[in-house]
C-alpha cells in the first residue's frame, strides 16, 4: 500500500504531551466515556515519555494540522513465541475521515510491526461502532468473534489483589 504524502506520520515525544491528551479527551467523548477520563498532562508525561515508557505514541499530520493518533505497547503470544503489537487507541478527528489518515496510521503501524520482527498486529473495537468495523474488515483485519474482553479495574481489581 502505498504512502499518502498529504499524510505525515511522527512518534510523538514529551513537547506533544498537551495534544496528545486532547486526542484522548476527543477519543473519549467519541466512545461516549469522557467520565472515565482521569488522564492528565503530568500521568501521560510519566507514563508515555518517562523513563520507563508503557507505550508509544504516533501523531498523524495533514495539512500542518493535527489529524490523529495511535497508542500502542508490545504484546507477547505464548502460542506462537513471539512479540506482537497492540493497538490500544487510534482516533482520526471528525473533519478529516476518510481522507486516509487512519489507513495511513495503521499501515506506519504495520510497517513497524514488520521492521521489528513482530507476528501481528491487534486491537478491539466498539460493537456499536459500524463505520469502523467496516473500515477494518475493508483494510484485511480479521474480526474475532470468539473472544471477550476480561478486565480486573478498581473494586474488583483490589479484591482480587488482596486474595
Request: hydrophobic share 45%.
Amino acid at each position: 500500500m502505498p504512502s499518502n504524502p498529504a499524510i505525515q506520520i511522527v512518534c510523538a515525544t514529551e513537547q506533544d504531551v498537551a495534544v496528545v491528551l486532547e486526542m484522548i479527551r476527543e477519543l473519549a467523548a467519541y466512545e461516549r466515556m469522557s467520565h472515565m477520563v482521569t488522564a492528565t498532562e503530568e500521568k501521560i508525561r510519566r507514563t508515555l515519555f518517562g523513563e520507563h515508557p508503557f507505550a508509544e505514541v504516533l501523531l498523524a499530520s495533514r495539512e500542518s494540522e493535527i489529524a490523529g493518533l495511535a497508542i500502542f505497547y508490545t504484546t507477547y503470544s505464548t502460542f506462537l513465541a513471539e512479540p506482537g503489537l497492540y493497538l490500544e487507541d487510534l482516533y482520526v478527528k471528525p473533519q478529516v475521515r476518510g481522507k486516509g489518515v487512519g489507513t495511513a496510521l495503521l499501515a506506519h503501524l504495520a510497517r513497524m510491526a514488520v521492521e521489528r520482527g513482530w507476528s501481528r498486529v491487534e486491537w478491539s473495537v466498539l460493537h456499536w461502532n459500524e463505520s469502523a468495523i467496516e473500515f477494518y474488515r475493508k483494510i484485511g483485519a480479521a474480526l474475532l468473534d470468539d473472544w471477550k474482553i476480561c478486565r480486573l479495574a478498581g473494586e474488583s481489581l483490589a479484591r482480587m489483589a488482596s486474595q
